[in-house]
Nanobody, 121 residues
Framework: QVQLVESGGGLVQPGGSLTLSCAAS????????MGWYRQAPGKQRDLVATISRQGSTNYADSVNGRFAISRDNAKNTVYLQMNSLKPEDTAVYYC???????????????WGQGTQVTVSS
């Protein structure tokens, strides 16, 4: 089994910062792209940022310049540093990873359980 476990969400004031972490565990052979998505109440789940195994990054326009995604391949962990947070950043944030399991030739998408980020004064 493979699991993604997120941590770091919470309540923060506008202009504040938070860092999210997501660790993958289990019988993992390799991890390709990792990323963060978010879903606000009544809205679809949207891309926030992705990072390749080699470190190439991609950001949604709404967070570019404020958020930074990074990863530690040795720890199978991806991070999202969120700065200058706005009320419109309020959402459940989900971690995603494209993982090849040990003994399996296929790449599967895995999701974390989600962590709530609330930006409010």
């Amino acid at each position: 089994q493979v699991q993604l476990v997120e941590s770091g969400g919470g309540l923060v004031q506008p202009g504040g910062s938070l860092t999210l972490s997501c660790a993958a565990s289990g019988r993992i052979s390799s991890i390709d792209d990792m990323g963060w998505y978010r879903q606000a109440p009544g809205k679809q789940r949207d891309l926030v940022a992705t990072i390749s195994r080699q470190g190439s990054t991609n950001y949604a326009d709404s967070v570019n310049g404020r958020f930074a995604i990074s990863r530690d391949n040795a720890k199978n962990t991806v991070y999202l540093q969120m700065n200058s947070l706005k009320p419109e950043d309020t959402a459940v944030y989900y971690c995603n990873a494209r993982i090849t399991r040990v003994g399996n030739a296929f790449v599967y998408d895995y999701w974390g359980q989600g962590t709530q980020v609330t930006v409010s004064s």
